[in-house]
């Protein structure tokens, strides 16, 4: 299973960007965003089917995680960006038994891609 991030960019500070991911409409799927220095963390998942989605508290204000199960994609949607979301964002993925859950930590996921840098300029 391969998963593909990408979308990211420089930006400013207001300013929107969809990240998107290349994914397995089997598997649920999740993006984590790690700063320099800092830990891996979760940001918004989204279940097998589409139906069940999650956010992290810095997250459920401005963005939106969504998924096109004909194209094998999931987006994140991130609106009115902050210097604070300046990161590394990754998708990973994992698998299910129900069509309703999505993990929320790191070691929940068995699939991740490569990264896509956002920097969010003041």
């Known amino acids: 299973v391969q998963l593909q991030a990408s979308g990211g960019g420089l930006v400013q500070a207001g300013d929107s960007l969809r990240l998107s991911c290349t994914a397995s409409?089997?598997?649920?799927v999740g993006w984590f965003r790690q700063a320099p220095g800092e830990e891996r963390t979760f940001v918004a998942g989204?279940?097998?089917?589409?139906?069940?989605?999650t956010y992290a508290d810095s997250a459920k204000e401005r963005f939106s995680i969504s998924r096109d199960h004909a194209r094998n994609m999931v987006y994140l949607r991130m609106n009115s960006l902050k210097p604070e979301d300046t990161a590394v964002y990754y998708c990973?993925?994992?698998?299910?038994?129900?069509?309703?859950?999505?993990?929320?930590?790191?070691?929940?996921?068995?699939?991740w891609g490569q990264g896509t840098l956002v920097t969010v300029s003041s």
């Open positions: 989204i279940s097998r089917s589409g139906t069940s989605t």
């Open positions: 409409s089997g598997h649920a």
């Open positions: 990973a993925s994992h698998r299910s038994f129900s069509t309703l859950r999505v993990n929320t930590t790191p070691g929940g996921f068995e699939y």
